[in-house]
């Protein structure tokens, strides 16, 4: 036989340099490239064409030597290609992998937000372009505990939420970080709030060290359990618990330091895990790992920030305070230093003063130049008294003090000053008062000079009536003037401080003491009615305010 | 009659104390700082003191604290150009207390009042 191209009626097309769409049963639409190319169309299709094999037969039974040759080089030609796209898959199905794990080791090297790296890294387990596992637990090591407790999970509960889930995912095609953001943003809470029970219930000791998830997290390697419910490492609590007899365990462990440990599993679909599974996912832990230390030390790293800015605020805050009570107590120091020098001269002239008028006979012309002596040097100690009152309440000291023992202290510096006036007091002291929080010297101040203040006014009997007592938070101290009635608007315009109207002295000590109370946060009002008198009221606070 | 024993550093005030004490019928003793005072009260005994609490560089409230220890018997007026130290803990060792003034009514009302609280102890036995 002579073997020439197209001197033999071949079954198959491989001796035509152009075939038709038709001719060649392994040629398809699409592959019209082939059509023209018998190279390409050779390689590709005839060496798994079953006309070439029979042709290739007929070559061998003509006993050609170069028969079996063929058949052994084509027979290897076909293993070698089988072999190769086996290759390819494995590359493809590595290549997708390696994408996935870099898409997730962006997102796990970008964030520091604990819970952004929990989603993701629950999602990249649970999903199906990334692990596809069907539930995922994380269990965190509490350092302050030394436990292992159940943090978060992820995963249907039930064949219905899960196929509802899957539909889900099948009809929005999103990325990794968009499946997390979006877990993190609509049902981070609510599978929390879903696992709660198993969550709760997951809490182990570190020092348990024949617990099956204290073993795995000590050997740092994952674990496939099988047949949990007859493994003799698995805790029988813990398997009913999980619900499943087999599961993985995954250790975090970060720079030999244990994070926590993820349970993955297959409860809907019971699909095999694979040691394929096992190593994909351990290549997986260790970002994970290193992202939730990560970020659970920046989470700490910003509380301390924060205590630290608190802090600084705080210490600025003193910082002005000791610069501002510096100056006032500067400013009291003067006032004091001041107010000592002149007081000293200003009595030794009113004093002496008065021991010349005590000798004058009344007739004597210098009687009255003695007189308006005394006069101005009185007047002058009064304002000298408030000026120093008013330096020393630039800074109140406050202290819980009893109040009936206060009002008895001022009635009783207060005796001789009414008793000169022709005045009768009394005090009805309120009972069971709890202390109030007040400054006693300038409370003190401040009622003495109620008691004994000079108001000219006309009133109907000279009794001053004290009474105390308490409502919710406050107690009320009452002074009731009934020798005194002026106007109410005379009384108000009195009562403010360093008014135009007033003139030093006397009358300027009630303004005085309102402005001192109202620094510490106690009214004083003053009520005049012409049949009760004046009626002063000191509200004191029981409690220390809120800072 | 009553020993007072005054005690400033002012000349004029000592004058002052001194005549119109004298005038309500006391015998009175003067001293210008806390030295003299010791000095005074180691050669005699006095009914009552009156003391300044800025005595210079002195403390009066030292002297204060001083005499009650080794003087206990001997009440003390604090008289003093500053109004605060009448709610200060340590001038509370005090007998009496009063604010120095031209009108020396309040520290002779004091005084007496002081001097009878004193007698009345003393008639009491304690």
Redesign the interface.
């Known amino acids: 036989m002579v073997w020439t191209r197209g001197h033999v009626d071949w079954e198959c097309c491989w001796d035509r340099d152009v075939v038709a769409l038709g001719d060649c049963p392994n040629i398809h639409e699409g592959d019209e490239d082939l059509l023209e190319s018998p190279r390409r169309r050779i390689l590709e299709k005839c060496c798994d064409c079953p006309n070439f094999k029979r042709d290739l037969e007929r070559f061998q039974a003509s006993g050609h030597p170069l028969g079996p040759v063929f058949s052994l080089v084509h027979d290897e030609y076909r293993r070698q290609k089988i072999h190769i796209q086996s290759l390819l898959s494995f590359l493809d199905s590595k290549s997708l992998e390696i994408r996935f794990l870099h898409e997730l080791g962006s997102v796990l090297q970008s964030s520091v937000d604990l819970e952004e790296v929990l989603s993701v890294a629950l999602t990249a387990i649970t999903a199906g372009r990334g692990f596809g596992m069907n539930r995922a637990f994380l269990l965190m090591v509490d350092h302050k505990r030394d436990h292992l407790q159940g943090y978060l999970a992820i995963g249907p509960r039930s064949y219905e939420e899960a196929h509802q889930a899957w539909d889900e995912i099948s009809h929005n095609d999103m990325d990794l970080q968009t499946l997390a953001q979006s877990f993190r943003k609509n049902k981070l809470t609510a599978e929390r709030a879903k696992f709660h029970d198993i969550l709760e219930q997951i809490s182990v000791p570190l020092s348990t060290t024949t617990h099956i998830l204290i073993k795995a997290l000590d050997g740092k390697q994952p674990m496939l359990i099988e047949d949990a419910f007859h493994h003799p490492d698995v805790d029988q609590d813990f398997a009913r618990l999980l619900g499943v007899d087999t599961f993985l365990l995954m250790p975090l462990v970060s720079r030999n330091r244990r994070v926590g440990m993820i349970i993955a599993d297959n409860c809907i679909s019971h699909r095999r895990i694979t040691a394929e599974d096992m190593h994909s996912l351990e290549t997986f832990t260790f970002p994970v790992a290193f992202a939730i230390e990560r970020a659970s030390l920046y989470e700490r790293l910003q509380e301390e920030l924060n205590r630290v800015t608190e802090a600084h605020s705080k210490l600025k805050e003193q910082q002005e305070l000791i610069v501002r009570m510096e100056k006032m107590a500067l400013v009291g120091r003067i006032t004091s230093s001041i107010a000592h020098s002149i007081r000293n001269p200003l009595m030794i002239i009113g004093g002496f003063a008065r021991s010349m008028l005590k000798n004058t006979p009344a007739g004597d012309p210098k009687r009255n130049f003695i007189e308006s002596i005394v006069g101005e040097a009185r007047q002058l100690e009064g304002v000298l008294d408030e000026i120093l009152n008013y330096s020393d309440s630039l800074y109140p000291t406050k202290d819980f003090w009893d109040v009936n023992q206060l009002v008895e202290t001022a009635l009783r510096d207060s005796a001789a000053a009414l008793r000169a006036k022709g005045y009768e007091s009394t005090f009805s002291a309120g009972s069971e008062l709890p202390p109030a929080y007040i400054d006693f010297k300038q409370v003190s101040y401040c009622l003495r000079t109620i008691l004994q203040c000079d108001l000219h006014g006309i009133g109907h009997e000279l009794v001053m009536d004290i009474d105390t007592s308490r409502e919710d938070d406050i107690i009320t101290i009452r002074v009731q003037d009934h020798g005194r009635y002026i106007p109410q608007a005379e009384l108000d315009a009195i009562m403010v401080p360093f008014s135009s109207t007033q003139e030093m002295g006397a009358s300027l000590g009630l303004a005085l003491c309102r402005t001192m109370l109202e620094k510490q946060g106690i009214p004083l009002n003053a009520l005049s009615e012409p049949e009760s008198g004046i009626i002063f009221t000191i509200a004191l606070p029981v409690r220390k305010e809120e800072p | 009659m009553s020993r007072l024993l005054v005690v400033d550093d ?1 000349a ?2 000592r004058l ?1 104390y001194a ?2 004490l004298k ?1 309500e019928g006391y015998e009175v003793v003067t001293a210008a700082g806390t030295a003299e005072a010791v000095e005074k009260l180691q050669e005699s005994t006095f009914d009552l003191a009156v003391l300044d609490i ?1 005595l210079k560089n002195e403390s009066g409230i030292e002297l204060l604290q001083k005499l009650v220890k080794e003087r206990h018997d001997m009440p003390v007026i604090l008289c003093s ?4 130290y ?2 200060d803990f340590s001038a509370w060792l005090a007998d009496g207390y009063v ?6 009514s ?1 520290l002779k ?1 004091e005084i007496a009042r002081v001097l009878a609280k004193k007698n009345q102890r003393q008639k009491a036995g304690l």
């Open positions: 002012e004029n005030i002052l005549e119109e005038d800025k150009a500053f109004s605060c009448k709610d604010v120095k003034s031209g009108d020396l309040e009302q």
